[in-house]
């Protein structure tokens, strides 16, 4: 079993700042990338930053220059530092992460987390 467990949502004001975290536990075998993505209300669940093994991290367009997301290989943990918060980053933000599990090391799979709610409103 695969867990990905996300921390640090919640309400901030426009041009304010969270920090994301997600933590990944279980019978993991190594884990290939992870990321971020979000899904506001009425709209479609969009990729928000994924970072993958060895490589650079990919952001899409709207959040460049403001979010950053970084990757603790020895926790298993990816972190979204938030910041210049608009009301449109308003969405439930969710963690995912390619990985293959210590059953099967060489079928990759893709697992998320519940979600975390972030809200940017003044």
């Known amino acids: 079993q695969v867990q990905l467990q996300e921390f640090g949502g919640g309400l901030v004001q426009p041009g304010g700042s969270l920090r994301l975290s997600c933590a990944a536990s279980?019978?993991?075998?190594?884990?290939?990338?992870m990321g971020w993505y979000r899904q506001a209300p009425g709209k479609q669940r969009e990729l928000v930053a994924t970072?993958?093994?060895?490589?650079?991290?990919n952001y899409v367009d709207s959040v460049k220059g403001r979010f950053t997301i970084s990757r603790d290989k020895a926790k298993n943990t990816v972190y979204l530092e938030m910041n210049s918060l608009k009301p449109e980053d308003t969405a439930v933000y969710f963690c995912s992460a390619e990985l293959s599990t210590e059953s099967d090391p060489m079928l990759l799979g893709d697992y998320w987390g519940q979600g975390t709610q972030v809200t940017v409103s003044s």
């Open positions: 970072v993958p093994d060895g490589g650079s991290a």
């Open positions: 279980g019978s993991i075998w190594s884990i290939q990338a």
